[in-house]
């Protein structure tokens, strides 16, 4: 975490050359006008994916290579743990010239949108006529200081909680639809020999607990305005999510203090659908490509997704959500390629792959007969909610740094006495940065 800070720290500083990379590749960007040529050339693309989430991206790359074979793609591969923004940043800032970038994170996209490192779309997305395969709410999400810089290919619920329908059934638990329900099945679960709720909290998956809560609590809008710090940090609502969520510890949800700050995302994927040694985890949509992919699990049959229960409080309808987008990258040596890869990733092949892999993409030229009953359920929640994106993907990075490290602290000491601490620890640091 202290690497991950010092990077975004010389982000900031180095952000003059950052622009001196883009201004050099500006030379490099063809003029757009009429249908493109199919492209040639090398396509260097930034991919910090992993597991079958990766298998399915070298799978559109692949195909995309076989419409279009004088095009050789080039990935550079990202290793990090945590988060990836750093590694990223640090590629770019080695000079790496790369074309396309996959970003999830709307902070980061106005971070390297402000330091002169994405193109915009606008002219392409026009050219290629994308407003027929996305609605304006996906263009609009990718709109930075009135122009659009991201193409989403993939998105998701992160207010679901996963389940493996074996330890239910062998619990005697049904899936929980309000608040009362959820509690009641911690001593069931634990009786089962499981952990009822599994909290990854070694990196960043522990505060989906906290957003669903504060969106439970206090609505969608309240989450929108926190990001913005129109509201501080150190107010009720937020202790208010935070003394639901002592709750739920005080309740026996949860493993013991080491055990969750040791269990990454992935970790607790594996103890609740692979191992069958936990009842309920909050995460998002790629959850299900892991499942099938990595487990051999079938959708709607050996595992679910539940809402996260209802607390009849007014806000019941609220779901944060992700999405994985493309960005086109200033210094690539191949936008028309680069171009022609985020038309081919919405188009009917390429949209479809996503689908047939247990993903959400929301271009409507994806085949949907091909979704499962769990994306099925998803995307109808998703469809009537009021949604806000990510908390955390929304926060400045050093403050989304300090809000993931002070839920940590949360979980060390729920009290409510160091809850005090940790939200005037947190209106500190936005106090700093806003």
């Known amino acids: ?14 952000s003059g050359l950052f622009i001196a990379l883009a201004a050099g590749s500006t030379a490099l960007m063809s003029t757009l006008g009429g249908a493109l040529a199919a492209p040639k050339g090398e396509l260097v693309v930034i991919n910090w994916l992993g597991g079958s989430e990766l298998a399915t991206m070298q799978a559109v790359e692949k195909a995309f290579a076989a419409k279009y074979p004088e095009v050789t793609i080039k990935e550079i591969p990202i290793t990090w743990s945590g988060d990836a923004r750093g590694a990223i940043r640090t590629t770019l800032m080695g000079g790496e010239k790369v074309d396309i970038l996959i970003d999830t994170w709307p902070s ?3 971070e390297l949108v402000d330091n002169g490192m994405l193109r915009p779309l606008d002219e392409t ?32 619920d992160r207010s679901g909680m996963w389940y493996r329908t074996s330890v239910l059934e062998k619990a005697g638990v049904t899936p929980p639809k309000t608040w009362d329900e959820l509690l009641a099945s911690f001593p069931k679960l634990k009786a089962a020999g499981v952990t009822p709720f599994v909290v990854p909290g070694k990196f960043w998956a522990h505060a989906e607990i906290f957003e669903t809560l504060l969106l439970r609590t206090a609505g969608a809008d309240a989450s929108r305005k926190l990001g913005k710090h129109e509201i501080a940090w150190n107010s009720d609502i937020v202790k208010t999510a935070l003394k639901k969520w002592r709750e739920m510890l005080d309740a026996g949800c949860c493993a013991d203090v080491p055990t969750m ?14 191992d069958e040694k936990g009842g309920f985890f909050l ?13 051999g699990l079938k959708p709607g049959k050996d595992f679910g997704i ?13 779901s944060s959500v992700d999405a994985k987008s493309f960005e086109a990258v200033t210094t690539g040596q191949n936008p028309e390629a680069a171009d022609a890869f985020m038309d081919f990733a919405l188009g009917a092949e390429g949209a479809s792959i996503w689908a047939k892999a247990g993903l959400a993409p929301p271009s ?43 839920l940590q602290k949360f979980l060390q000491d729920p009290s409510d006495a160091n809850i005090d601490r940790i939200t005037d620890a947190l209106e500190a640091k936005a106090k700093e940065l806003y």
Do not use: C
């Not at 996906?138 to 009135?146: A, E, I, M, P, T």
């Not at 995460?283 to 487990?295: D, F, P, T, V």
């Open 261 to 274: 700050l040791g269990t990454d995302w992935d970790n607790a994927a594996d103890i609740t659908l692979k």
């Open 125 to 156: 997305w026009a050219k290629y006529a994308w407003d027929a395969k996305l609605t304006k709410s996906w263009h609009d999400l990718g709109v930075v200081d009135g122009k659009v810089y991201s193409v989403p290919y993939n998105y998701g």
């Open 283 to 295: 995460l998002g949509m790629w959850i299900s490509n892991r499942a099938e992919e990595n487990y």
């Open 306 to 318: 539940v809402q996260f229960p209802a607390l009849g409080l007014g806000h019941d309808d609220a």
């Open 108 to 110: 980061f996209r106005k």
């Open 1 to 14: 975490m202290n690497t991950a800070r010092s990077l975004k720290r010389a982000a900031r500083l180095s």
């Open 364 to 406: 409507s030229a994806a085949d949907t007969s091909a979704y499962g009953p769990v994306i099925k359920t998803s995307n109808d929640v998703v469809a009537k909610a009021d949604v806000v994106f990510v908390l955390g993907d929304r926060l400045p990075a050093e403050l989304g740094d300090e809000y993931r490290t002070q």
